[in-house]
């Protein structure tokens, strides 16, 4: 079983800076695809960010030029550092990450979700 646990989340200034990241552990062979998500009250989950094997990160129109998704892949640790923060984007955001375990067998693991609230 994979675990992913994230952390950084919470209250930030309009303009103001918050990175988050995310953790993998358990039976984790390799990792493929690493995403990040948010869910905005009474909307649908979004895809934020995501990049896949060796690719560059891809992101959502809405946050290009202002996040970033570096990862580590020695710690099995991926991060989003957003930057130029808005209120539109408070939402609870949500890692993912697909791969196989040790047995070849895939999985798709998600987080637990993280509170960003951009707020004066």
């Known amino acids: 079983q994979v675990q992913l646990v994230e952390s950084g989340g919470g209250l930030v200034q309009p303009g103001g800076s918050l990175t988050l990241s995310c953790a993998a552990s358990g039976n984790i062979f390799t990792i493929v695809g690493m995403a990040w998500y948010r869910q905005a009250p009474g909307q649908q989950r979004e895809l934020v960010a995501h990049l896949t094997g060796f690719a560059n990160a891809s992101y959502v129109d809405s946050v290009k030029g202002r996040f970033t998704m570096p990862k580590d892949n020695t710690r099995n640790t991926i991060y989003l550092q957003m930057n130029s923060l808005k209120p539109d984007d408070t939402a609870v955001y949500y890692c993912?990450?697909?791969?196989?375990?040790?047995?070849?067998?895939?999985?798709?693991?998600w987080g637990r979700g993280t509170q960003v609230t951009v707020s004066s």
């Open positions: 993912n990450m697909r791969g196989y375990d040790r047995q070849r067998t895939t999985f798709d693991a």
